[in-house]
């Protein structure tokens, strides 16, 4: 099992950045994929990005591509989503999540969650 736990968000205004990270514990954080959700209130939840597990392949959704890079340090066992030109529809509660495969692309594979954590785009 992964105990996830996400920190860096915050308020930010239209336009701006915030890096967002992921500490997962355990000793197997290199052994499976990692992605980033997002959900707003009245939403349903949007898968966001996804990298495998050497960090070579990732997954964007259209909706974030070209804005956020997902990315991760095996050696601190930490993901990351660093996330620019924000707009207010980036509005949501952030979850980090693991995979138990590799398959950093589709929202099925993913079923270890974090806590989330709050960012808010102010216009």
């Known amino acids: 099992q992964v105990q996830l736990v996400e920190s860096g968000g915050g308020l930010v205004q239209a336009g701006g950045s915030l890096r967002l990270s992921c500490a997962a514990s355990?000793?197997?954080?290199?052994?499976?994929?990692m992605g980033w959700f997002r959900q707003a209130p009245g939403k349903e939840r949007e898968f966001l990005a996804g990298?495998?597990?050497?960090?070579?392949?990732?997954y964007y959704a259209d909706s974030v591509k070209g804005r956020f890079t997902i990315s991760r340090d095996n050696t601190k066992n930490t993901v990351f989503l660093q996330m620019n030109s924000l707009k207010p529809e980036d509005t949501a509660v952030y979850y980090c999540a693991a995979s138990n495969s590799n398959a950093y692309y589709t929202a099925r594979s993913f079923d270890s969650w974090g806590q989330g954590t709050q960012v808010t785009v102010s216009s």
């Open positions: 355990g000793r197997t954080f290199s052994s499976y994929a």
């Open positions: 990298i495998s597990w050497t960090g070579n392949s990732k």
